[in-house]
Every structure is written in structure tokens, then in C-alpha cells.
């Protein structure tokens, strides 16, 4: 394959020659990386085998891992899925187009490759003008994994895909940063109550005030039918290490103690408190703002990779709301 391409692209109002080119690709069974509101996914033609055997490949990601299946309307959504239920579809009304997948019974025009076996398939519809542009453009529902090499932090922008895919992936749509930077958050609803399968860019306290109780699939009985539960995940080359939110003590000791044993050091903090103690290029403090922060982490991660970092010492969030899924991500990029 020639080397990758990046197109620019509008992210508000998407050019339709643009989205041609990379809708033509699809038609012929390649891969196109593409922005949507979380991060930039690894496009695929849902049904075209090879080139969901591709995904796989291209990102190193193992085979019981299923792939989300993004549609762009009913047409599509019922190609896919054999029964929405009440739930579901108070969801869908809710956040669709939007950051929530969800967890139902699929076809039979869904291939067990995709689902890895499973009877269910994970589906969303993406809140971002340039992703649905492309698959009304290429008509059917396209596969849409994080672009980027399984376990490394998921992409934020154009540059991440091409830095992990160059030469995988024929066309890169650039249509700017991701704007929620955090993957969408999985919802089984084929149980009741409804269960929580991965925490994302929705928070339980919005999916309740829609649809009541539901369960954060905590013990992990039910993670093989979610993408990004299993399996370490949005890890940067360097060993990540948590320290408690606003606590300076334990912070300033660990760093001494990790440069004292000759590491190169990154930092990640956002509270004032620990701001103060900023140390060098490799030491990056975000917003306190928990919306700004996620938007930020993964790309930071990213930097401090680029600065050959060995261990990056990151401050904990709150775990309310949006915080939850903050400290879901470390805790997977830790190993736990």
C-alpha cells in the first residue's frame, strides 16, 4: 500500500468530493480513519469479511475483542439489529447521534467475526457531521474501532492515527481534535435492568434520568460483548502510576522516588495544589475541568510517550460523572 493520506476536511460542514474519496475506499474493501466525537475511528465495510479481518490485523487486536458497528439511520440500524427493546429505544431517542453504544440482538447479515461470536452486537450512531457524512456516503454500516494499535491511547486527533497506522490505513479524514476525547459509553440493554458495560463519554446520572436504574458491570460477568474491557487498554509506553487527586505528599514522594532510580518522569496533574510543584517540559498541568481534562488525557499521554518518559505520574480525578470514566481509563492504562 502506497503511504497513508490525510484529506482535510470540514468538521462542521463535511466536503462532499472528500467524503466521496474516502467512501470509495470503503466500497473497495480498505480502511479509512475518521473523526467522530469520542476519538478517530478505524473505518470498515461491515460486511466485506476481509476487510473487517484488516481491522483486526492492522490493529493487532485480538479476535474475541467484538467491534462496534456504526450506523447513521434506521435503514442501516435495522440491518444490523434483530430487536430494539423499549429501553433502547428511549436511549436511542435520547443520545443518538451521540457517544452511547448499544448492546442488542443482531442479524444474521452480522458475521460472527464482527461480534466475536456473540449473539449481540454493539451499535452507535456518532454525533460528529464528518462520520455521518461518510457512511450515508458509503451506504452501509461501517465497523469503527478506535483508530489506533490495540492497548496504546486511543487517538484525539488525525496525527495519532497516522503516528500508530501509516501505511495501513489508505485515507485519514482530518477534521480536527476530537471534542469529548473519551470512548462512548457501552450500554447492554438486552438485560434488565440495563447494565453499564464500559464507562464513556455518557454518565450513568444522564442515561438514568431517561431510562431509571442501571448497573455498572462491575464484577465483569458481562464484558465480552463490550470492546475495551477485557484486556489492557489506553496504556502509553511508559508505566503509569495514580496518586490520589489533591494529594501533594504522596505525589512529591513518588516522584522523588521514581527520579532517584534513574527514570525519565512525566507528570500529569490538574488540581492547584499539585500544580505548584511543576518540574520541567515533561511535567503538563490540564484544566481542573473534568470535560477539558478528558479531552486532553489521551493526547497528553501521546506527548509525554514523545518525550521518551518511562513512568508517568498522573493525578487522580474525582469519580463523579465524567470523573468515573476518567479514572476507569488510568486504572486500564495502570493495569489496574
Given at each position: 500500500m502506497a503511504d497513508t493520506k490525510i484529506l482535510a476536511v470540514n468538521a462542521g460542514n463535511p466536503e462532499p468530493e472528500v467524503i466521496e474519496q474516502a467512501a470509495a475506499v470503503l466500497r473497495g474493501g480498505g480502511l479509512?480513519?475518521?473523526?467522530?466525537?469520542?476519538?478517530?475511528?478505524?473505518?470498515?465495510?461491515?460486511?466485506?469479511?476481509?476487510?473487517?479481518?484488516?481491522?483486526?490485523?492492522?490493529?493487532?487486536?485480538?479476535?474475541?475483542?467484538?467491534?462496534?458497528?456504526?450506523?447513521s439511520g434506521t435503514r442501516q440500524l435495522d440491518d444490523v439489529v434483530d430487536e430494539i427493546p423499549d429501553k433502547g429505544k428511549m436511549l436511542g431517542e435520547a443520545f443518538w447521534p451521540g457517544p452511547l453504544t448499544l448492546v442488542m440482538k443482531r442479524t444474521i447479515l452480522v458475521s460472527d467475526l464482527v461480534t466475536a461470536g456473540l449473539d449481540t452486537v454493539a451499535v452507535r450512531m456518532p454525533g460528529h457531521p464528518v462520520a455521518l457524512a461518510l457512511i450515508r456516503a458509503f451506504g452501509e454500516g461501517i465497523v469503527g474501532p478506535s483508530a489506533n494499535l490495540s492497548g496504546r491511547p486511543s487517538p484525539t486527533t488525525a496525527q495519532h492515527v497516522y503516528d500508530d497506522l501509516r501505511g495501513q490505513v489508505e485515507i485519514i479524514l482530518d477534521a480536527g481534535p476530537t471534542t469529548i476525547g473519551l470512548e462512548s459509553t457501552v450500554v447492554d440493554v438486552t438485560t434488565e435492568p440495563p447494565m453499564i458495560l464500559r464507562l464513556g463519554?455518557?454518565?450513568?446520572?444522564?442515561?438514568?434520568?431517561?431510562?431509571?436504574?442501571?448497573?455498572?458491570?462491575?464484577?465483569?460477568?458481562?464484558?465480552?460483548?463490550?470492546?475495551?474491557?477485557?484486556?489492557?487498554?489506553?496504556?502509553?509506553?511508559?508505566?503509569?502510576?495514580?496518586?490520589?487527586?489533591?494529594d501533594r505528599e504522596g505525589f512529591a514522594a513518588l516522584l522523588q522516588e521514581q527520579r532517584?532510580?534513574?527514570?525519565?518522569?512525566?507528570?500529569?496533574?490538574?488540581?492547584?495544589?499539585?500544580?505548584?510543584?511543576?518540574?520541567?517540559?515533561?511535567?503538563?498541568?490540564?484544566?481542573?475541568?473534568?470535560?477539558?481534562?478528558?479531552?486532553h488525557l489521551f493526547r497528553t499521554l501521546r506527548e509525554l510517550d514523545a518525550l521518551r518518559a518511562e513512568v508517568i505520574i498522573v493525578e487522580g480525578?474525582?469519580?463523579?460523572?465524567?470523573?468515573?470514566?476518567?479514572?476507569?481509563?488510568?486504572?486500564?492504562?495502570?493495569?489496574g
Open positions: 479509512v480513519g475518521f473523526p467522530t466525537e469520542t476519538v478517530y475511528g478505524l473505518g470498515a465495510d461491515v460486511l466485506n469479511l476481509d476487510a473487517v479481518r484488516s481491522v483486526f490485523r492492522v490493529k493487532g487486536r485480538p479476535g474475541d475483542n467484538p467491534l462496534i458497528v456504526h450506523v463519554g455518557l454518565t450513568k446520572e444522564r442515561i438514568e434520568e431517561v431510562i431509571g436504574q442501571v448497573e455498572i458491570d462491575t464484577a465483569g460477568s458481562r464484558n465480552a460483548r463490550s470492546p475495551g474491557t477485557r484486556y489492557r487498554h489506553y496504556a502509553p509506553r511508559a508505566q503509569v502510576m495514580l496518586v490520589r487527586h489533591e532517584q532510580s534513574g527514570k525519565i518522569v512525566g507528570c500529569i496533574v490538574h488540581s492547584p495544589l499539585l500544580a505548584k510543584l511543576e518540574t520541567g517540559d515533561s511535567f503538563r498541568v490540564l484544566p481542573s475541568s473534568i470535560e477539558i481534562f478528558a479531552r480525578v474525582p469519580e463523579q460523572g465524567l470523573g468515573a470514566t476518567v479514572m476507569d481509563r488510568l486504572r486500564r492504562a495502570s493495569n
